[in-house]
């Protein structure tokens, strides 16, 4: 399905920042006004916040991501997507370790492609006690 694709390729584009440790390529994959909904942080707004959560998360060791989509749904310019994905962190001087979780997705499509407008995801694993 094409429209799959489209959501799959700008997966792709986002897990290959990743892994190259490119904030910079990351946040451009989102809208100008995006919101980033991440697991025990405040809400952060805006592309230039999104790109420092993210500049941060590599410099804590943030090294591989994995993104599987479950599911994809598109109405017109904006679409959403479920999935999970598997991340590999390997903190400087700390224990490699690996996140597992489910995200979800709302997607906008703007004049240069589809990017992502909100972005909220969630650890499988319990809190720490």
């Known amino acids: 399905m094409v429209q799959q694709q489209v959501v799959g390729d700008t997966n792709k584009r986002w897990m290959e920042a990743v892994k190259a440790s490119n904030a910079v390529a990351l946040a451009t994959l989102y809208t100008e006004d995006a919101t980033l909904l991440p697991p025990n942080v405040e809400p952060l707004h805006g592309r230039a916040a999104i790109e420092a959560f993210f ?3 590599i410099e804590m060791g943030i090294r591989d ?3 599987e989509t ?9 679409a959403h997507e479920v999935g999970e994905y598997t991340m590999a962190i390997a903190p400087p001087g700390g224990q490699a370790m690996t996140d597992k979780g489910s995200y979800v997705v709302i997607w906008k499509r703007e004049p240069d492609g589809w990017k992502l407008r909100v972005d909220i995801w969630h650890p499988n694993a319990p809190a720490p006690a």
């Open 55 to 57: 500049k941060a998360g």
């Open 65 to 67: 991501a994995t993104l």
């Open 70 to 78: 479950v599911d994809v749904e598109y109405l017109g310019d904006v």
